[in-house]
């Protein structure tokens, strides 16, 4: 898919009927590799893919979803916040690409269990993720939705 179609097609999917594919995984997680991170401090961050049922049933506000994406930053701030929005960013494009429902989640991740999350990490940001039934297509945005000042 063209970026520009990419991203006026993306959409919030909060219903999944099915598990990734470990293909569909990989190309997600490589997306967020792909990512920008401030001051290319990579260390700095952790992904933390989270499948079992157990653990997923511990959790709230992720929609049922199958796979959830956690990512971490060590001690938080503006530029790790920006950092893993990116991050985020790339996955749920890369998710979307491939068919694969996404929704970005910020109201999950206070609920992840302390012990899944890697030592030294705080949980910043998710991603939820499943099979959907969702078709992407073209939205009509308004092109003045966010207000722009130009200067020249």
């Not at 992840?112 to 705080?122: I, S, W």
């Not at 910043?124 to 000042?149: C, H, M, P, W, Y």
């Amino acid at each position: 898919m063209e970026a520009l179609k990419l991203l006026n097609a993306r959409k919030a999917v909060r219903q999944y009927n099915g598990q990734l594919t470990d293909d569909q995984l990989q190309a997600i997680l490589t997306a967020a590799n792909e990512g920008p991170v401030g001051m290319g401090q990579y260390d700095n961050y952790r992904l933390t893919v989270i499948q079992d049922p157990q653990v997923l049933k511990q959790m709230t506000n992720i929609y049922d979803a199958p796979t959830v994406i956690v990512v971490s930053a060590k001690n938080p701030g503006p530029m790790e916040n920006i950092s893993v929005g990116a991050i985020v960013h790339n996955m749920e494009l890369a998710a979307e690409d491939q068919g694969v429902g996404a929704n970005y989640n910020m109201a999950g991740v206070s609920s992840v269990p302390k012990d899944v999350l890697p030592a030294g990490f705080t949980g910043v940001f998710a991603l939820t993720l499943g099979q959907t039934d969702e078709s992407f297509t073209a939205r009509d945005v308004a092109k003045d939705r966010i207000k722009t000042n130009v200067v020249k």
